[in-house]
């Protein structure tokens, strides 16, 4: 464990209002949740981090992707804001930060919404080949256009409607491609999906209100919300319809309206 955890680069509207955390995925950075943040009417004090490798804290030192130390960084944002407790909105990547958080470091949490995310592979063989993947996606960054590595990423089944919003896609794209290769290639090498220990036997013991959101298009993630919210004590699942893996960009008018329902409606 490093000694002492970088600043994460940060936004924080201020505020009286509860806090609430927000993580990005893969790829992304805190301009990710914009929108979602500046419609919120429950009165929230929104703080959006950009996660190593990404956004403004860029390439950091590689001991603090892995997840314990990623979630150390995290903290200590908390921590520099005064903040002990919040509320958590976290996507894929940003989900699965978002479970080790609420698994190892629950009384800094309350309320959690988790997007289109999982809590990792138990299949020991499988978790080796998802590292191995992630390994050559890890390459073809550095070796490779940033352009043809998204373009190939977005043909995936699961982003499939993303590049119907062409404008919306094209001003996504354009951030992707502003990314530090170096700060992706290892963000995959240390936070993959396969480089973190899965948490399944974990989720029976949270405490937390839980809303998983999932895509009824992206049949992998939907299969897994529906078992995790099955295994959660205090856990609601909801199914966004004609969305595939990004809700939040896909279908914002129905993700804001689920977000905002849960967090009124789950008051602590």
Known sequence: ??????????????????????????????????????????????????????????????????MPNCASAVLAVLDHLDIHNCDLIAYSMGGRLALYLLVHHGDRFGRAILESTTAGIIDEEERRARCKLDEQRAGEIERSSLTAFFMKWYEQPMFAGMGLQRDRFESLLQRRLACRREGLAQSLRAMGTGAQAPLWDRLGSLEHNILFIAGQLDGKFRTVAERMSDLCPHAELCIIPRSGHNVHFEQPDRFYTEVESFLISRRT
């Open 1 to 66: 464990m490093p000694e002492k955890s970088p600043l994460l680069a940060f936004n924080d509207t201020g505020g009286e209002g509860r806090p609430v955390l927000f993580l990005h995925g893969f790829a992304g950075d805190r301009r990710d949740w914009a929108d979602i943040r500046e419609r919120l009417s429950a009165p929230v004090r929104a703080i959006a981090v950009d996660l190593p490798g990404h956004g403004e804290t860029g390439m950091i030192d590689e001991e603090h992707f892995a």
